[in-house]
């Protein structure tokens, strides 16, 4: 199990503010591509963070049971 | 010194850390709603000097977060009855105030001024102007932002550590802001009470600072989460340093320049005027040559993000008479607005 966690307006976009995702050893890459067609994030900047630590680069980073992702985006509001 | 005696009784504090407060100078950018609770803390805990940047007015819909004004202070500019309230509190404190909006332009020599840097503003296009002017003079700041019910807070640039665009490098996309997004007067102002406390913190030389990581609050839920991140290096940076001249949306539509909308056709609000030409972002480069290099573009889109993308394109072709209009459609629709009720 994977945990999403969606902040901001990237919550607004995916109707949530969490999900569970059952797949396991898969790659970063292709649950980030899913998710993001699956809620259309396209169009919105954010980062993504594993295990509270912003990734910069996670073409090939693997992903384990009890891993947790998060969508941040900027926020801009003051 | 009696004034401080209760902060001057913790341990972490004493008469050498209210020495190094009183000798602190701190620049608040934006006397908004984060900035109306960060400027009365860091008066009352005996900042020696604060500069204020705002170029707003107060507006009736400000109060029910911008705690500092009243109802008789509407169309007074923010920043000089922000200085006029924290005052009060507080006639020890040096107040500098700048009844202007920062840009790339003023933000340099403004900056020089002062040790630490507070962005409580509520625009990404600014926040990059802030971010690269710190890292430029070797400023750390400390960062607060907003969205309906969550706030972040970081401390980018504090003793060589990263900056803002180590987590959101892009520039070309927008966040909404407050008057799209909607906020409580609460929200706000514990963000920026945080802010504040890292301030206080960062000068006192105690505790953890948030530098290298993002807190992010929830104030639906009461949870607090932090994100830790590291420096990008440089070559995987896109850095793009913004040099166009802003200009206000009442100047914008006083000017012969076109008014040029780099919004996509159907975004709200519609802005009606004579000088208006549109032609979105995305398909800039194809009607390029429908523009006239002689003439002035006074640019706009919603947040400002797209028309420094636009500006910056243009400018690469060989345009010159470029300017970015503040506030966007936003500001450009209650000004549009007023001339027809005039006419």
Redesign the interface.
């Known amino acids: 199990m994977i945990q999403v966690k969606y902040f901001g307006i990237i919550a607004e976009a995916a109707k949530r503010d969490s999900e569970d995702i059952g797949e396991e050893n898969v790659t970063l890459s292709k649950i980030l591509s899913d998710l993001s067609s699956r809620h259309n994030l396209g169009e919105y900047n954010f980062q993504i963070a594993v295990n509270r630590k912003i990734v910069s680069n996670y073409s090939d980073q693997k992903l384990s049971n009890g891993d947790e992702i998060a969508f941040l985006p900027p926020f801009s509001g003051g | 010194m009696n004034r401080y005696i209760r902060q001057i009784t913790l341990p972490q504090v004493g008469l050498s850390g209210q020495q190094k407060l009183i000798k602190s100078k701190v620049l608040v950018i934006?006397a908004?709603?984060?900035?109306c609770a960060v400027l009365p803390y860091l008066a009352a805990a005996g900042i020696g000097k604060i500069g204020i940047i705002d170029g707003d007015r107060i507006e009736e819909s400000n109060l029910h977060r911008q705690v500092l004004y009243s109802s008789e202070q509407l169309g007074y500019f923010k920043a000089k009855e922000a200085a006029n309230s924290i005052i009060r509190n507080n006639p020890e404190v040096d107040i500098l105030v700048f009844e202007e909006y920062l840009t790339p332009k003023n933000a340099p020599s403004i900056f020089k001024e002062f040790d630490l840097i507070i962005d409580?503003?509520?625009?990404?296009f600014i926040?990059y102007v802030i971010n690269d002017t710190c890292v430029e003079l070797g400023k750390p700041f400390v960062y607060?932002?907003?969205?309906?019910f969550?706030?972040?807070v970081s401390v980018f640039n504090y003793q060589d550590g990263p900056s803002y665009r180590?987590?959101?490098p892009?520039e070309n996309?927008?966040?909404?802001?407050?008057a799209e997004?909607g906020?409580l007067g609460t929200t706000?102002g514990l963000i920026g009470m945080l802010q504040a406390n890292e301030a206080i913190k960062i000068i006192l030389e105690i505790g953890d600072v948030l530098s290298g990581k993002?807190l992010?609050y929830d104030l639906l839920r009461n949870s607090q989460?932090?994100?830790?991140?590291?420096k990008?290096p440089k070559n995987?940076k896109t850095n793009i340093s913004p040099s166009f001249e802003m200009i206000i949306a009442e100047e914008a539509v006083l000017k012969e320049g076109i008014l040029l909308d780099v919004r996509e056709m159907d975004e709200l609000p519609e802005i009606q005027s004579e000088n208006l030409l549109q032609i979105p972002l995305s398909i800039l480069a194809q009607k390029q040559e429908d523009l006239d290099k002689e003439k002035e573009y006074l640019i706009f889109c919603q947040?400002g993000v797209r028309s420094l993308k636009a500006a910056q394109y243009l400018s690469e072709k060989g345009f010159q008479k470029l300017k970015l209009i503040r506030g966007g459609a936003k500001d450009l629709i209650q000004v549009t607005k007023n001339e027809k009720s005039i006419s």
Do not use: M, W, Y
Request: charged letters at 10%.
């Open positions: 934006g908004g709603g984060l900035g409580a503003t509520d625009n990404l926040r607060g932002s907003i969205h309906q969550q706030g972040q180590d987590i959101f892009q996309q927008s966040a909404p802001n407050c997004a906020v706000v993002l992010i989460q932090v994100f830790e991140f590291g990008v995987k947040s």
